[in-house]
């Protein structure tokens, strides 16, 4: 069984750091995509960076040049580096998981970890 889950959320005041951490098991394809979402609260969830299984990275527009996302293939996990934190990066973070080509390419991946939480005060 496919398992994700996130870890590192927390409190942070406006232009801080965090670190998110997501740790996937439960398969052993070499090859394999993750992703960080958010959510805010009463807000459509937004992709917020993505890395593809052969390594290539996107962004969303409002992260660019502040996060970083990096992935562990050995330790199949994945992290988000957070820096220059701002209020309206509070959310929900989800880390998502899969493996097949056509899944990835689309980000519609079908294996969700249950968020963590991020808070960013002024």
């Known amino acids: 069984q496919v398992q994700v889950v996130e870890s590192g959320g927390g409190s942070v005041q406006a232009g801080g750091s965090l670190r998110l951490s997501c740790a996937a098991s439960?398969?052993?394809?070499?090859?394999?995509?993750m992703g960080w979402f958010r959510q805010a609260h009463g807000k459509e969830r937004e992709r917020v960076a993505a890395i593809d299984r052969d390594g290539s990275t996107s962004y969303a527009d409002s992260v660019k040049g502040r996060f970083t996302i990096s992935k562990d293939n050995a330790k199949y996990t994945l992290y988000l580096e957070m820096n220059s934190l701002k209020p309206e990066d509070t959310a929900m973070y989800y880390c998502?998981?899969?493996?097949?080509?056509?899944?990835?390419?689309?980000?519609?991946?079908?294996?969700w970890g249950q968020g963590t939480q991020v808070t960013v005060s002024s």
């Open positions: 998502a998981a899969d493996w097949e080509a056509v899944t990835c390419a689309r980000y519609e991946y079908n294996y």
């Open positions: 439960g398969y052993t394809y070499i090859n394999y995509c």
